[in-house]
């Protein structure tokens, strides 16, 4: 199991580059990012089904170009997101001066957010980002440290079975071409009983894993029982 310990360098450059080139067209639904477009509406309702976003202060972690942050706020949540990719980073504030949905974005780490700001946040949102660090154990102790005892953490991320290998690299990368190539390494993917054990070691309570099941032929997602490709989780910081 990967060390827990904090890690403020937990990326990979290469990672960061590829969604970098994605920047400019991360707001477009028929682009690169058609897929992550279709299953935001699916990460929005897990998160509104456990918590009210009305007033709360929430963390998007991995922001990206900010789908899931400007859904957040709109829904009335005080947002702050983070990520590494400072063109992304620019293209989130660009579409939040178009959209008029206030986000506070920074160019940070979890690992430097969490030293500054402990016990600050009622939920956390980091979706599809753990397969894409180092150390995904890091990320999630610094989430930990930044919750509030109560809050909660929503994480989505893929399962490394051969069903995930088939769908999200074989056909989303190679044959559909839904997703650029590249965007996944098998070996990154996580498996449920994984993250239960990290977010364990983080002092969490795992409350919830469901499946998040992209459909491709009318391009939308919807929580599901099925949990061997995309799934979803919730975890507690006990009172």
Same mark, same amino acid.
Request: net charge negative.
């Given at each position: 199991?990967?060390?827990?310990?904090? /890690?403020?360098?937990?990326?990979?450059? %290469?990672?960061?580059?590829?969604?970098?080139?994605?920047?400019?067209?991360?707001?477009?639904?028929?682009?690169?990012?058609?897929?992550?477009? %279709?299953?935001?509406?699916?990460?929005?309702?897990?998160?509104?089904?456990?918590?009210?976003?009305?007033?709360?202060?929430?963390?998007?972690? #991995?922001?990206?170009? *900010?789908?899931? @942050?400007? %859904?957040? $706020? &709109? $829904?009335?949540?005080?947002?702050?997101?983070?990520?590494?990719?400072?063109?992304?980073?620019?293209? &989130?504030?660009?579409?939040?001066?178009? @959209? *008029?949905?206030?986000?506070?974005?920074?160019?940070?780490?979890?690992?430097?957010?969490?030293?500054? @700001?402990?016990?600050?946040?009622?939920?956390?949102?980091?979706?599809?980002? +753990?397969?894409?660090?180092?150390?995904?154990?890091?990320?999630?102790?610094?989430?930990?440290?930044?919750?509030?005892?109560? *809050?909660?953490?929503?994480? @989505?991320?893929?399962?490394?079975?051969?069903?995930?290998?088939?769908?999200?690299?074989? #056909?989303?990368?190679?044959?559909?071409?839904?997703?650029?190539?590249?965007?996944?390494?098998?070996?990154?993917?996580?498996?449920?009983?994984?993250?239960?054990?990290?977010?364990?070691?983080? *002092?969490?309570? +795992?409350?919830?894993?469901? #499946?998040?099941?992209?459909?491709?032929?009318? /391009? &939308? $997602?919807?929580? #599901?029982?099925?949990?061997?490709? /995309?799934?979803?989780?919730? %975890?507690?910081?006990?009172?």
């Amino acid at each position: 199991m990967t060390s827990a310990q904090p /890690n403020e360098d937990n990326f990979r450059q %290469a990672e960061l580059d590829r969604f970098n080139e994605l920047a400019h067209r991360w707001w477009d639904p028929d682009g690169p990012q058609k897929a992550l477009h %279709a299953l935001n509406p699916a990460r929005l309702s897990y998160i509104t089904d456990r918590i009210t976003l009305q007033g709360a202060r929430v963390l998007d972690v #991995g922001c990206g170009g *900010g789908l899931l @942050s400007e %859904a957040m $706020a &709109a $829904a009335g949540a005080d947002v702050t997101a983070i990520d590494l990719a400072p063109d992304l980073l620019k293209i &989130a504030r660009l579409h939040g001066l178009e @959209s *008029g949905v206030k986000v506070d974005y920074r160019q940070m780490p979890a690992e430097a957010l969490a030293e500054e @700001s402990p016990a600050t946040f009622d939920a956390i949102a980091c979706m599809e980002m +753990l397969e894409h660090v180092p150390s995904p154990p890091s990320v999630l102790q610094a989430c930990a440290t930044m919750l509030k005892p109560g *809050g909660r953490l929503f994480l @989505s991320t893929l399962n490394r079975t051969p069903a995930a290998f088939a769908l999200a690299i074989v #056909g989303a990368e190679y044959i559909a071409r839904i997703l650029p190539k590249g965007t996944h390494q098998y070996r990154d993917f996580i498996k449920p009983s994984e993250l239960a054990g990290w977010l364990r070691e983080a *002092g969490l309570e +795992l409350e919830d894993v469901s #499946g998040l099941v992209y459909e491709p032929w009318r /391009n &939308a $997602a919807r929580i #599901g029982r099925r949990t061997d490709v /995309n799934y979803l989780a919730c %975890a507690r910081k006990p009172e």
